[in-house]
């Protein structure tokens, strides 16, 4: 397996991270056997970054996480968690909010340790910016885990320039995860130049834009009503028709070069730096087999820029994120 550095002062991880968000939460019914067979798997094949959320499932993910390390023998030791925490859930899943507060911040990392079942985590942030705590407050009760032993590294979700540098200020930052593919380049303006600067990587999520751009949606997909993707503008009507168009786009130079259309974005992904990392969301081991192929197709320049004609910056239509979740992101003032 093919390693990357998240960032300078980071650990050494698999070039491509496993998202395990939609094994619990908001991309309808998975299959728990089959999640836990597409952990076990990943390990084998040597990836070492799982990333989850407290708030996943409401500590489902965390549980489910446990469960499949507890089964994998001797490639337990091999797992890094990445963990986010702070939003706040209702018990019929609604969505309420966020807290940084330190006091908040470990209490959360005490129930994480406990369903996970281990005694540190290995990467712990914020999963959205509390607009009503400091930053360095967040990252300064963090920075504490991390001298008691509980965390190992710290990270950044979904925020904008001038916050990650306020949280480099207080500790050194490892990555910023945040949304990054063909079809959401919004970073590559200011947000990625500043990571650079500092030295801090990116776990790039959304890399199939949550399956639309994986070759495998389809005009006649109807998401359940749960699923998170019955809300994004990206799925709906008029938008969806003209996002799978650039797929087809992207479907004909798969084709020629005789990969897939996932293999392609996740490698257009990887191809942008050796400091990205990005994270698939795949919870079953025929995706998690086709995105693993990703890591062996080669992107000339003639193949990038078939592709940058074929989807150039901009090109999606409909915003990322519905538009209540949007204005919850400090990545996007
Ligand atoms: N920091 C944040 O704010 C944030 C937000 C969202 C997610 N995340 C993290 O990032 C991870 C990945 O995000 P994502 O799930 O949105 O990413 P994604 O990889 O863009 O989308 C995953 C979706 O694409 C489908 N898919 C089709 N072909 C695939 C293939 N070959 N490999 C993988 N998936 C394939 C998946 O499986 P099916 O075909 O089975 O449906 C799933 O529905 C999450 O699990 C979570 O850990 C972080």
Redesign the pocket.
Known sequence: MQQRTLGTTGPQVSALG??????SA???H?DRGESIATIHAALDAGITLL???DF?GMGHNEMLIGEALRSAGANREKALLSV?FGALRGPDGGWLGYDGRPAAVKNFAAYSLQRLGTDHIDVY?I??LDPAVPIEETVGAIAELVQAGYVRHIGL??VGAETIRRAAAVAPITDL???Y?LITRGIEEQILPVCRELGIGI?A?????????????SREARPAPDDFRTLSPRFSGANLEHNLDLVDALRKIAEAKGV?V??IA?ARVLARGEDIVP??????RD??T??LGALEVTLSAADLSAIEKAVPPGAAAGERYPAAQMSSLDSER
């Open positions: 496993l998202g395990c968000m939609g094994m908001l991309y309808g998975a990333d989850t959320g996943y986010k942030r999963a959205r979700s979904e995860q945040i949304e593919s776990t999520y959304g890399v199939l834009s949550r399956g639309l751009i994986s070759g495998h949606w897939s996932a293999q996740i994270l698939v969301g795949a919870r079953r995706r998690l086709e995105a």
